[in-house]
């Protein structure tokens, strides 16, 4: 069975892509060291309780919304801070 650590990790991944998002990116959004955030989603340190209360704000949700699942968190996703995939290429859509 999975953790609720590694849902929360999937789901970071998630909405990282849904918003063209990489490491260095959230982390400044998250005030944290893109290393950080590597050492979070490979699992080598914990995603904390500030962390999530971060990301939700981050990406305009509820903290509950993290841990609801990947699918979830990117239906609650705002639509100004979803992406599109062009010809193959990830890119912000204006809004």
Do not use: C, F, N
Not at 5 to 10: P, S
């Amino acid at each position: 069975m999975s953790s609720t650590e590694q849902h929360l990790r999937v789901t970071v991944a998630a909405l990282m892509y849904a918003t063209g998002e990489d490491q260095r990116t959230l982390a400044t959004g998250l005030e944290l060291t893109q290393p950080q955030i590597s050492r979070k989603q490979s699992g080598r340190a914990a995603w904390s309780l500030t962390d999530l209360d971060r990301l939700a704000a981050h990406y305009g949700m509820a903290p509950i919304d993290l841990l609801s699942g990947a699918d979830h968190a990117v239906s609650r996703l705002p639509e100004h801070r979803r992406s599109a995939v062009i010809g193959g290429v990830q890119t912000m859509l204006a809004g």
